[in-house]
T-cell receptor, first 111, second 116 residues
Framework: KQEVTQIPAALSVPEGENLVLNCSFTDSAIYNLQWFRQDPGKGLTSLLLIQSSQREQTSGRLNASLDKSSGRSTLYIAASQPGDSATYLCAVVGGTDKLIFGTGTRLQVFP | NAGVTQTPKFQVLKTGQSMTLQCAQDMNHEYMSWYRQDPGMGLRLIHYSVGAGITDQGEVPNGYNVSRSTTEDFPLRLLSAAPSQTSVYFC???????????????FGSGTRLTVV
């Protein structure tokens, strides 16, 4: 059974810091990995999708990497801003096309 | 705008009542699914469908029914609401098949359900 874990569970940093959020999964046979952002009381917004054949994806200040063999992904946020405050979720898709979520990292960036 | 539409956004039910949460997508996605999100439990899969006429159970299916008569719609029915079903419900859609690695999931904005 695929299990996805995110570390840390919560993070509070001053504005301007570069951040690394970690995601690990137990079954390396995945099709892709997706990072989402969720603001309090809101839905999920897709940030980045990494296909199984890719090593990383970039969008603005966000960079996500994928190491299938070790079952790990990292989300790098450069020059963090208070507007980045949210919960970040990673999720993997395997052979059943089911999306399995991690536990999330709650990020707070203070001015 | 293309996407996943969920209705209603908020709902309060009394124990024992039934209701249907609606989900519709206009992206011609084959795959649709329902999740519930609870504090400390994360997002858990309730039911999913890989195409019209095909549904299957996820991790927490008890107390819920689904059907998929069209590609666009995937309603979730609560048969007899219980306080344990108080949660936020999300519908999601995606492509399936051997090219599915090229596509991500799109989520609706959620339905916040309270059962009293």
């Amino acid at each position: 059974k695929q299990e996805v874990t995110q570390i840390p569970a919560a993070l509070s940093v001053p504005e301007g810091e570069n951040l690394v959020l970690n995601c690990s999964f137990t079954d390396s046979a995945i099709y892709n990995l997706q990072w989402f952002r969720q603001d309090p009381g809101k839905g999920l917004t897709s940030l980045l999708l990494i296909q199984s054949s890719q090593r990383e994806q970039t969008s603005g200040r966000l960079n996500a990497s994928l190491d299938k063999s070790s079952g790990r992904s990292t989300l790098y946020i450069a020059a963090s801003q208070p507007g980045d405050s949210a919960t970040y979720l990673c999720a993997v898709v395997g052979g059943t096309d089911k999306l399995i979520f991690g536990t999330g990292t709650r990020l707070q960036v203070f001015p | 705008n293309a996407g996943v539409t969920q209705t209603p956004k908020f709902q309060v039910l009394k124990t024992g009542q039934s209701m249907t949460l609606q989900c519709a997508q206009d992206m011609n996605h084959e795959y649709m699914s329902w999740y519930r999100q609870d504090p400390g439990m994360g997002l858990r899969l309730i039911h999913y469908s890989v195409g019209a006429g095909i549904t299957d159970q996820g991790e927490v299916p008890n107390g819920y029914n689904v059907s998929r008569s069209t590609t666009e719609d995937f309603p979730l029915r609560l048969l007899s609401a219980a306080p344990s079903q108080t949660s936020v419900y999300f519908c999601a859609s995606s492509r399936v098949g051997r090219l599915s690695s090229n596509y991500g999931y799109t989520f609706g904005s959620g339905t916040r359900l309270t059962v009293v």
